[in-house]
């Protein structure tokens, strides 16, 4: 797979910015603020439909613009594939491919997949569950299509389940046939996410040991462990005997909503004990075993994003990953940097072909 052209329309700081990539590896520089990081979130816009940075579409359009358009132009199997996002004030979103709307963003997420690092993942590490919950939600749907259409109708059973819990509240009323019909609902999509949400961690874990250790060099053991209400016991019963605290709360308590991941280092919270370096090594690590695993269910590469890497890790950690590039490890790479001459040495040492653009307040001022 491969990404052949961009453009970005009154996207952000870009008023109309337009690229042609012939290169392996493309590297956009410029100083902070000059629209680089907005490049790589038009690239997640075209795969994921949504930003990776702001999930408020309307906040994405240009400043005294009411729409954003972007257009890219895919690579793969040889046959070609373009793809459109709109978004417009008072008219919403839309994503075309090959001029045709979907019906349904969902229909597009896993086509064109994508794996991005960058500074904000350490909110994997610092945030709350519904972060972690959202990592293994994002890949596990980028290879398994179905995997999204049960996930968005568990969370339309629970929001209707707790809105008749706080109904039930509200009136003093309980009816136990249509609370029975969204448990019903909730255990049915609640036990595939559950089955998925294992499985990939599972296969994931000994892919992203192997990152860590080659990243790091250290020998802390690090681990990703699935904590989750259904690990030991039956999702039924456990709703069955949780329902009178859901009716005093007017939410469900029992339920896949509530899994997280414990990110360990010799047994202990990495978020606790690990230093910035282990914790930069550990989110780069399960990144690059999000990529790898994701590749090996699809057959082909994803495209990999990597923003402001240069000027956040240090040298030792910077030749590993780039060493991971020139071993042919990753498909097509886009990498944004501070810095143009760094990124030319970086990249010149590991002998890849590149192309690098500069950026300049939401423009290209040149190509080299």
Do not use: W
């Not at 919403?92 to 904000?120: D, L």
């Not at 059973?157 to 109904?167: D, E, G, M």
């Not at 550990?282 to 269910?297: G, N, P, W, Y």
Request: with cysteine; aromatic share 12%.
């Amino acid at each position: 797979m491969f990404l052949k052209n961009l453009q970005l329309h009154q996207f952000k700081n870009h008023n109309g910015s337009h690229f042609t990539f012939t290169n392996k590896v493309s590297c956009f520089v410029g100083d902070n603020g000059a629209g680089k990081t907005n490049i790589l979130d038009a690239i997640h816009y075209l795969s994921q439909t949504k930003s990776y940075f702001n999930h408020i579409d309307s906040q994405n359009i240009q400043f005294n613009s009411d729409y954003f358009m972007l257009k890219g132009v895919f690579e793969k199997d040889g046959s070609q594939s373009e793809i459109q996002c709109n978004h417009k004030d008072g008219e919403g979103k839309n994503i075309q491919k090959n001029k045709k709307k979907y019906k349904r963003f969902s229909e597009h997420i896993g086509q064109f997949p994508i794996v991005i690092i960058s500074p904000t993942d350490t909110n994997l590490i610092l945030e709350g569950s519904e972060v972690r919950r959202k990592y293994l939600d994002s890949s596990i749907a980028q290879y398994k299509q179905s995997y999204l259409q049960v996930l968005i109708q568990y969370n339309k059973a629970l929001k209707q389940r707790n809105a008749l819990l706080k109904q039930f509240n509200d009136k003093g009323l309980f009816d136990a046939i249509t609370l029975e019909i969204y448990d019903k609902q909730l255990l049915e999509h609640g036990n595939i996410i559950h089955k998925e949400r294992t499985s990939f961690l599972k296969e994931l874990t000994p892919v992203f040991n192997h990152y860590y250790q080659e990243i790091s060099g250290g020998n802390e053991k690090v681990g990703l462990d699935y904590k989750s209400q259904l690990n030991d016991a039956d999702f039924s019963k456990l709703l069955n005997e949780s329902q009178q605290k859901d009716r005093i709360s007017t939410y469900t308590q029992i339920g896949t909503h509530k899994d997280d991941i414990a990110f360990t280092m010799n047994s202990y919270s990495i978020k606790k004990i690990g230093s910035q370096g282990q914790q930069k090594s550990f989110l780069i690590a399960l990144k690059l075993a999000q990529f790898d695993f994701i590749k090996q269910q699809i057959g082909f590469k994803p495209i990999l994003l990597l923003d402001d890497i240069f000027d956040k890790l240090d040298d030792n950690r910077i030749l590993k990953l780039i060493s991971f590039v020139d071993k042919n490890v990753f498909g097509q790479v886009f990498i944004t940097d501070t810095h143009i001459e760094r990124s030319e040495e970086i990249l010149q040492k590991a002998g890849i072909k590149f192309s690098i653009f500069k950026i300049d307040k939401g423009s290209v001022n040149n190509e080299r």
